[in-house]
């Protein structure tokens, strides 16, 4: 049993399940796919995945899951090399080998009981939907995020703004318009922690889709392995105080 | 009431201020020029500045005196814009806008009573005058002030010393004659402090201009906005204990 | 009294005696060489030097030692000069001027009695010997210790093996066999700390020799001063806990 991939892919799929804080991740290895959800501690966000198996340069796992630690997965990806291969010698093996640039690293898995099980993503109706190149969007809330550790996101009248929430009248507002964006429609209008969406943000690549709605989670959508596969984020909204 | 310029003159003008620790600046905005003095908490160091309303793409301000938060512009600095414009709506406002990359930043101005008056420049008559690069200067602080939280300055016949203040026999001297500098004439010894002198001396562009005296403060004069406008730094000498 | 020579072969010499944290130095100046041999604070690590005096471009002491402080030196070299040199006036004087870049440093010199003695360095005959690149080496080095504080060498039919020592099952392991290797011979097992090695192997340039024995301590031979000078590491094995 054994997948082959390019480093760069790998380090992908775990950076997205880093960006919402995640250590552990439940692998689901199918015949089709490669996939996981998981929940962040605080239960606030959610990240998901799905890479379909011809992505992978090789790829002759039987259908099962796997848990892994992701820090130690981290380590095996800055050996250096630019593919990586994931072995387990049988469904029975207790561990995979991990093997890059010549290094081989043996690394438990860890329990299935004690990894949580995948997350449902609720199946939600934004009302506002907001096209963008992932990495502009990643730079309006790196800058919003140096005046506030709130973020409000809202859809009016065809134009996205992304805004600082303050005390007293100070505020920093980035107003998008039809130009700036792929696309904009609906209305929404929620309110979220900073700290989660810089963190989201930097694994963002290419066009994403933001669906908004009125106090309500947003969701982030993605594409993984330069389109070949898929991502997701989802951040619960924040009550103002 | 509207100011334009590029971004890089206002970040110039503020880190200034900052190069002696200043958190607030009280801004005179007059027909012909902007400025400010200012001194530092601990009534050490001051900087000036004077820049020619002209250095303005865009200077339509009402005589005025306007009392900024230097760290919040500081962020809207950050974002990305070449050109920055501050506007405030009437003589009554007590917000200006920033806007800059398309993001808007409100940001209240300081109550006037409570922002330090505009310190007095002492005029001094310094027997000793050193012209030199400004980053020149800056290598030779930082530098000397690897070996001595104290840094000596000497003119002495025709000669510019910098050295450190050490405990016992070792020193660092870096001597300068003529070939190494623009011009030197005069007499001068001084202590100064070393962490004052790196910070001040990181905004130090162009030529520049220092008088020097006998355990006197020194002066350094420098040009601002590529030679249209023009700064002044003064650090109060330090006693040898 | 006088030694000048490129600043980039003192520091090559400063900086493998800070490879085992030694804060002080005895230089030993002879007629033909220039040579240190020091241990560190734990009794762990030694590391030696020798450099011909042709590697310099003026080497005009009188046979002598003197004991320098690492860090003052080191100061000195960050001036930015390309030659350095250090005088010292006469075999009665208790300080060395350090000249680089226009900057003289008067550095006091440690008095002989508080310096350790130089110490031996112990004839070891190991039975396994590598020849590999320094670079690649240190790159090792630093990916196993990402892994463990520990690291295992092992020579065993003709494979070069650097591993983590982890508890449970997990471990990484990166075999180089002779195609990746300059020369192998020989059979050797021991157990070293990682830190000690990771700060060595940052100071190994070029081609570099190991000698591996049986619980037995490390031996790095490396030249210095591109090929003029050499040097030499000695790292004591750790027992296994």
Not at 31 to 52: C, F, H, Q
């Amino acid at each position: 049993m054994k997948l082959t991939a390019k480093t760069e892919l790998i380090k992908e799929i775990v950076d997205i399940a880093e960006g919402i804080g995640a250590l552990e991740l439940r692998l689901h290895i199918e015949t089709d796919k490669l996939w996981y959800r998981v929940v962040d501690s605080g239960n606030v966000a959610m990240a998901s995945v799905e890479i379909p198996s011809d992505a992978f340069s090789e790829y002759s796992f039987e259908p099962s899951q796997i848990c892994v630690d992701i820090k130690k997965l981290k380590n095996a990806l800055g050996f250096g090399g630019k593919e990586i291969s994931i072995t387990r010698q049988s469904l029975e093996s207790n561990a995979i080998i991990v093997e890059c640039a010549g290094y081989k690293s043996t690394q438990t898995l860890l329990h299935d009981a004690t990894v949580r099980k995948d997350p449902q993503m609720p199946a939600l109706e934004l009302p506002g939907s907001i096209d963008i190149i992932g990495k502009e969007f990643a730079t309006i809330i790196k800058n919003i995020s140096t005046e506030s550790d709130k973020i409000r996101m809202v859809i009016s009248n065809g134009v996205f703004s992304v805004e600082s929430v303050n005390e007293g009248q100070d505020n920093v507002v980035k107003p998008l318009s039809t130009d700036e964006l792929i696309g904009v429609s609906g209305e929404g209008n929620s309110l979220f922690s900073s700290d989660y969406l810089i963190s989201m943000s930097r694994n963002l690549g290419g066009d994403v889709n933001i669906g908004l709605g009125n106090d309500f989670p947003i969701i982030i959508s993605f594409y993984v392995a330069g389109g070949h596969g898929k991502g997701k984020y989802l951040l619960a909204p924040r009550v103002e105080a």
